[in-house]
C-alpha cells in the first residue's frame, strides 16, 4: 500500500463533510462570520431552501483584497494566533475551515468592501477552484452567495430533503442566532418572500416573544451571578412546556448555541416535580463563562463543549430557575410532594396539588356482573369496546394471571395507579400509561378506521408557533392528513390553523397536540428520516394526548373495562417507554417487613 497526500481540493470536500451537512449548516457559519466581523444587520436570502442558492449579506467591517483572499484557504483565520489565544477564544468561528469547505463543494462568490476602502473585492470559486479575483462596487460590509450546493458531490445532493424542510432547519438555525443576540436585525427570504424580520430589540425577552409566539410572551426572566459565572435567560412559569425535548430548550454558552447534556440536566433537575413526565420546560439559558473554564474546540461544527467543573455548573444552573420562580412570585414546597394512599379519592397534597376534578361521566353508572361485560363506546369517552380478536394470554414475567381481566381490581391510588390483585400477588396498574398503550395499539392497526376520519370544525383553531416548526409541519400536510385525518392549513409565516381533527379525538383540545407533532418534526433527528417515517411520533403522540390522564378518578366499572381493553394490547411499556404496570410478590412484602 503507498502512502500519498492527498490533494487541496480532496482536503477540502472532506472538510466540507464534517462543517457542511445541509444549507442550514451553510447559513450557521456565514452568519455566524457576520456576527463576529461586529454586524448589525443580518439578511439571509435563500432559493428553493437553500438548495439552488444561499445568500448572506452584512454590515460588518468587511475585509481588503489580501484578507478576502486569505480567508478562502485553509487554517486562515483572524481569531486566534497562539496556543494561549484557542484557550480564550471567544468568537463565534475560529477554525478557519468554514468558507473554504463550503466554497469547494459550490459555486461560491464573495463581494466583500471595509467602510474606509473606495473600492471592494470580489472572489468567485467553483468546486474548490479558483475562477476570478477582481476589484467590485460594493457596500461596506460582506456579501457572500453559495450556489447549487453539493453540485460535485452528487452523493451528498441525494440526500438533501424538500424545499420546505430544508428551509425550516435554515428558519430554525436562524432563530436560534437571534435569541442570542436581540441587538441584531436579522432578516430570511425565500424565493423573494419575507420568511422572518426582526428588527433589533431591547433586550431578549423582546426576541423571545417574536419568534417563540405564545410560550416566548409567558416566559420570566432569570438571572444568577457566583464565582464569575453568569446564568442569564428566559424560563418557563408553572403551567408552560411541551411534548418534545429537541424544541423547548434553547442552550447557550458564552452566547454561542450548544446541545449540552450538562446545561439541559441542570434544567430537567430544576423542573422536577414542576413539569408533568413527558413534558419539558420552555428555557432560553445563555451560561457565561470565563474562557478558560471551558472547551468549544471539541466539535467539527463547535455544537458541543466541555466544561471543566461540569458538576458546578449543573448545579448552578439547578439554583437558578427556583429562585428566579420565587422572584416572580412562586413558593415552591420545602419538601417533594408525597401522595397519601386513602382510596380512590386519593390525591397529593401540598402546594402543586391539581384541584379537585370531576369524575368522568359514564351512562353506565351501575357496576357489571363478574366478569365485566365488553365496555360501551358512550362509557369513557375515547374509549371503545376491546377487539373481537381472542384476547393475548401474558406470560408469568408480566402478570401473576393469565390475562389483566382476570385481576381483581381493589382500588384507585391518588386518582392515577389502579390498585388489583390476582396470583396472590399485588398488581399497579398506571392508568394513563395503560389507556395511551391501548389507543396506540389501535391507531396502528387501523390508523384512518380508529381515528374516525377527518372531522372538520366549524371555527378552524388557529395557532401560532416558531416558524421553523411552520415550515417543518408545512412539508408534512399532505402526510399528516393522508395518515392521521389532521387537517392543517398555514394561514401566516408563523401562524397555522386546525381546520379537520380525527374524528376519534372530537370534543378534546388539540392545541397541545398540534404542538407537540411540530415540535417532534423540528427535532433535530428529523434530517436523517423522511416525514413518513415520523407518523409513529405523530400517532404516539395522538394516543398520548386522547388517553385518560393522571389525576383523574375513576369507576370501579372504568377501571375494569380498561384491564379487558389491556387484553388486546401485546405490550408493556406506553408509548413513552414507561412501564404499564408493576407486580409486588409476597415476598418481596415480607422482605420489606423484615418477615425473611
Not at 64 to 92: F, G, N, P, W, Y
Amino acid at each position: 500500500m503507498t502512502v500519498r497526500i492527498l490533494d487541496d481540493a480532496l482536503v477540502n470536500q472532506i472538510a466540507a463533510g464534517e462543517v457542511v451537512e445541509r444549507p442550514a449548516s451553510v447559513v450557521k457559519e456565514l452568519v455566524e462570520n457576520a456576527l463576529d466581523a461586529e454586524a448589525r444587520s443580518v439578511v439571509v436570502m435563500l432559493r428553493d431552501g437553500g438548495r439552488a442558492s444561499i445568500r448572506v449579506q452584512d454590515d460588518g467591517t468587511g475585509m481588503d483584497a489580501h484578507d478576502a483572499m486569505t480567508c478562502i484557504e485553509r487554517h486562515a483565520t483572524s481569531k486566534i494566533r497562539t496556543l494561549h489565544d484557542l484557550e480564550q477564544v471567544d468568537t463565534l468561528g475560529f477554525r478557519g475551515e468554514a468558507l473554504p469547505s463550503i466554497a469547494s463543494v459550490s459555486r461560491f462568490t464573495l463581494v466583500t468592501r471595509r467602510l474606509d476602502d473606495e473600492v471592494g473585492t470580489r472572489v468567485v470559486i467553483e468546486g474548490g477552484s479558483l475562477r476570478d479575483v477582481s476589484p467590485a462596487g460594493a457596500t461596506a460590509g460582506t456579501d457572500i452567495e453559495v450556489r447549487t450546493l453539493f453540485f460535485n458531490v452528487p452523493a451528498r445532493r441525494k440526500f438533501l430533503r424538500s424545499t420546505q424542510t430544508e428551509l425550516g432547519h435554515c428558519v430554525e438555525g436562524l432563530s436560534r442566532q437571534a435569541l442570542a443576540r436581540p441587538d441584531v436585525h436579522f432578516e430570511l427570504h425565500h424565493d423573494g418572500e419575507v420568511v422572518l424580520r426582526l428588527p433589533r430589540v431591547a433586550d431578549r425577552g423582546r426576541r423571545a416573544r417574536d419568534l417563540l409566539g405564545e410560550h416566548g410572551q409567558r416566559l420570566v426572566a432569570a438571572r444568577h451571578d457566583e464565582d464569575g459565572v453568569v446564568v442569564d435567560g428566559l424560563i418557563s412559569p408553572v403551567g408552560v412546556h411541551r411534548g418534545t425535548a429537541a424544541s423547548s430548550a434553547w442552550l447557550y454558552v458564552n452566547g454561542r448555541y450548544v446541545r449540552d447534556r450538562v446545561v439541559r440536566d441542570g434544567v430537567q433537575e430544576a423542573y422536577r416535580g414542576l413539569v408533568p413526565k413527558g413534558r419539558w420546560p420552555v428555557v432560553v439559558v445563555d451560561l457565561r463563562i470565563p474562557a478558560d473554564r471551558v472547551d468549544v474546540n471539541v466539535h467539527p461544527t463547535k455544537i458541543e463543549v466541555r466544561f471543566r467543573e461540569p458538576r458546578r455548573v449543573q448545579e448552578l444552573v439547578t439554583r437558578t430557575i427556583p429562585g428566579a420562580l420565587e422572584q416572580h412570585g412562586l413558593t415552591l414546597p420545602v419538601e417533594p410532594v408525597r401522595p397519601r394512599v386513602v382510596g380512590p379519592a386519593a390525591r397529593p397534597e401540598g402546594l402543586f396539588a391539581p384541584p379537585p376534578a370531576p369524575a368522568r361521566q359514564e351512562r353506565l353508572a351501575l357496576e357489571p356482573p363478574a366478569p365485566p361485560p365488553i365496555v360501551a363506546e358512550e362509557a369513557v369517552p375515547g374509549w371503545s369496546a376491546p377487539e373481537a380478536a381472542e384476547p393475548l394470554r401474558r406470560g408469568d414475567d408480566l402478570l401473576p394471571v393469565p390475562r389483566y381481566r382476570d385481576l381483581e381490581v381493589l382500588t384507585q391510588i391518588a386518582d392515577s395507579y389502579i390498585l388489583c390483585r390476582g396470583g396472590g400477588e399485588l398488581v399497579v396498574v398506571d392508568q394513563h400509561a395503560a389507556h395511551e398503550r391501548v389507543m396506540l395499539h389501535r391507531l396502528r392497526r387501523h390508523r384512518r378506521e380508529h381515528l374516525g376520519g377527518a372531522q372538520v370544525l366549524l371555527t378552524p383553531t388557529v395557532l401560532e408557533l416558531p416558524r421553523g416548526q411552520v415550515e417543518r409541519l408545512v412539508a408534512a400536510f399532505d402526510t399528516l392528513e393522508a395518515e392521521t385525518g389532521l387537517r392543517l392549513a398555514r394561514v401566516s409565516p408563523d401562524r397555522v390553523a386546525v381546520v379537520a381533527i380525527p374524528g376519534l379525538l372530537g370534543g378534546l383540545d388539540v392545541s397541545d397536540l398540534v404542538r407537540d407533532v411540530a415540535g417532534e418534526l423540528a427535532g433535530d433527528h428529523v434530517h436523517a428520516t423522511a416525514i413518513d417515517d415520523h407518523i409513529e411520533h405523530v400517532l404516539a403522540t395522538m394516543a398520548c394526548h386522547s388517553a385518560v390522564r393522571a389525576n383523574e378518578p375513576l369507576t370501579p366499572y372504568a377501571m375494569r373495562a380498561l384491564l379487558a381493553q389491556l387484553d388486546e394490547v401485546d405490550f408493556s411499556v406506553c408509548a413513552h417507554g414507561r412501564p404499564v404496570a408493576v407486580r409486588i410478590t409476597v415476598q418481596e412484602l415480607e422482605y420489606r417487613f423484615h418477615r425473611t
